[in-house]
């Protein structure tokens, strides 16, 4: 029989690796600052980060996380449903739902997991019409919600608006974009979208994670993101 753990020894990757140009998983050993870490102990400039801001090596936040880690350990203990959700995670929730303008904010570890806990949402009576350019975590969540899932061309609002137009009115139809799009980089059609998602009855699923906190006046996303409000929520 074939072993199936085989496929977790690639050759062309440990190849790769031996010659010392394999970009994965390189361990970071410190952060100097400006823009800086360390790596296999040179001094880099780091141009691939998700660290827009450099929030990363506040020295603010620093403060205040080793001032939460001495008051409350560690780790939580437990899941949020049970018994780890701390009073700081409902004062973080509270005020990014007033800084985004929504009624209210959930906060998780990563933003697979925030696209993941979509799922919930996703059931087999439910219909997701997706930019064929969103997240991979989306799909994922599609896929655990049971939901079928149509994907139109990018930013394409006259595929978008036929394929709603032909939906099945009994069924949820939910409509997955991202603010900006995490590898082209430009922005959603999102005024084209609310309409379109108004018209129909729609929901708005939106994955804010390249723009919130970085465009737009305050940091709520593009202008593109802040001009609708109802029928689409939010997701950071």
Known sequence: MTDPFRKCRLPEAETLAATGLYPYYLPVEGRPGGGEVVVG???VLMAGSNDYLALADDPRLKEAGAEALQRLGSGNSGSRVLNGTLALHETLERELAAFLGHEAAMVVSTGYQANLALSALFGPRDVLFADRRIHASLIDAARLGQATLRRYRHNDMTQLAGMLEA??????????????????????????????????????????????????????????????????????
């Open 41 to 43: 102990g040179r001094r």
């Open 167 to 236: 939906a099945d009115p009994e069924a949820g139809a939910i409509v997955l974009t991202e603010g900006m799009f995490s590898v082209g980089g430009d922005l959603c059609d999102l005024p084209g979208i609310a309409k379109l998602a108004a018209r129909h009855g729609a929901r708005v699923v939106l994955d804010s994670a390249h723009d919130a906190g970085l465009l737009g006046a305050g940091g709520r996303g593009p202008p593109s993101t802040t001009a609708c409000s109802r029928p689409w929520t939010c997701r950071r």
